[in-house]
């Protein structure tokens, strides 16, 4: 066990729908990061939040949208979903005893568009 | 732009014997590290070794360890010991230091272990 609870555990929702998933990251740390998981991209980098303000952004479309609130946990919001987007979304966090560079990966949230 | 290759896609090893996974990356910066992850079924990703790119000691945990060959831009992943435990899809990743997009991981495809009893 990471420390890392991300809800739900799986998601299954039509095509134009939005979806939020939501991350609480390991006591303490400031950093939430966000990847997604497809057969076709592999592993992608999609978003960062340091305590409560983005950071860094990778791959992520437009109709998607993070944010990082101020107890820390993050949300990740997923609108107009295609069927492209069915794919693991994971949360990690970091930045805690000083230790910024290990990411520790929650259990990750399937979704499936239909 | 960096990049991640594992050449390797579908690996074997007998119980108690030892392989090496291998992964290559690409990048110009200096000031980086890397990373092996482990993918169980249960698709829980967990942190194996992590290896500074200024050190060049190589990392070890336990029953891995890696083998860092900075100028090559080669870092592979070797398994002593394989445990039935050790059956995962395992993933190198790179982090570039002291950018704007530091603590971005940047994955390569992946390698299934599997291993045999």
């Known amino acids: 066990d990471s420390g890392v609870t991300q809800t739900p555990k799986h998601l299954i929702t039509a095509t134009g729908q939005r979806v939020t998933l939501r991350c609480s990251p390991r006591?303490?740390?400031?950093?939430v990061y966000w990847y997604q998981q497809s057969l076709d991209q592999g592993l992608q980098f999609l978003i960062q939040y340091y305590n409560g303000e983005e950071r860094a952004k990778g791959n992520i479309l437009e109709r998607f949208s993070a944010q990082q609130f101020p107890d820390l946990h993050s949300e990740l919001n997923l609108s107009s979903l295609e069927l492209g987007d069915s794919a693991l979304y994971f949360c990690?966090?970091?930045?805690?005893?000083?230790?910024?560079?290990?990411?520790?990966f929650g259990p990750g949230t399937r979704l499936t568009v239909t | 732009a960096q990049t991640v290759t594992q050449s390797q896609p579908e690996m074997s090893v007998q119980e108690a014997e030892t392989v090496t996974l291998s992964c290559t990356y690409d990048t110009s910066e200096n000031n980086y590290y890397l990373f092996w992850y482990k993918q169980p079924p249960s698709r829980q990703m967990i942190l194996v070794i992590r290896q500074e790119a200024y050190k060049q000691q190589n990392a070890t945990e336990n029953r891995f360890s890696v083998n860092f060959q900075k100028a090559a831009k080669s870092f592979s992943l070797k398994i002593s010991d394989s445990q039935l435990g050790d059956t995962a899809m395992y993933f190198c990743?790179?982090?570039?230091?002291?950018?704007?997009?530091?603590?971005?991981?940047?994955f390569g495809q992946g390698t299934t272990l599997q291993v045999k009893p």
């Open positions: 990743a790179f982090m570039k230091l002291f950018s704007s997009n530091t603590g971005k991981l940047i």
């Open positions: 006591s303490g740390d400031l950093s």
């Open positions: 990690a966090s970091s930045a805690r005893d000083g230790n910024t560079y290990e990411q520790y």
